[in-house]
């Protein structure tokens, strides 16, 4: 039986999150594994645009046919109810059958107060935070870094 990580990544803005999380991507797809990067935003508005259609369900079979799913931004904008439960049925499907990355700014401890709802949020983080690594990025912003950099 194989047995499926996650990732947690967080830290502030422009830390690194991303980078990393994409460079696992790229690291699973030499591999020969499939990874798909997403930031949770616009997943959320797509998939409520294409909610009650059968569209819908074939777009979350395809997310959970995806090895190495990334989740970029989790916590950025407050979730709706229905994106709570979106977000579930994502994560639900994941569960021991592939891995999942998801990057935030907010600590792990604040999730709960995000998901607006505290059974969808205590399903959604029974199934990723304790089958996960977790990984605190510190320092400065990288953007920033760059900038000044550039700027020389």
Do not use: C
């Amino acid at each position: 039986m194989k047995y499926f990580r996650n990732i947690i990544l967080t830290g502030p803005s422009g830390a690194g999150k991303s980078y990393i999380a994409q460079a696992y991507a790229n690291k699973a797809m030499t591999m020969g594994l499939s990874a798909l990067y997403l930031r949770v935003p616009r997943l959320m508005q797509h998939l409520q645009a294409i909610r009650g259609e059968e569209e819908y369900l074939k777009y979350l079979a395809k997310l959970k046919k995806i090895n190495l799913l990334i989740l970029d931004d989790f916590g950025v904008s407050p979730l709706k109810a229905t994106e709570a439960r979106d977000l579930l049925e994502i994560v639900e499907d994941r569960t021991n059958q592939s891995s999942l990355i998801v990057t935030s700014q907010l600590k792990i401890k604040d999730w709960h107060g995000y998901l607006n709802n505290a059974t969808i949020a205590d399903a959604i983080l029974d199934r990723i935070v304790h089958n996960s690594y977790k990984i605190e990025i510190e320092g400065p912003s990288q953007r920033k870094e760059n900038a000044k950099k550039t700027m020389k």
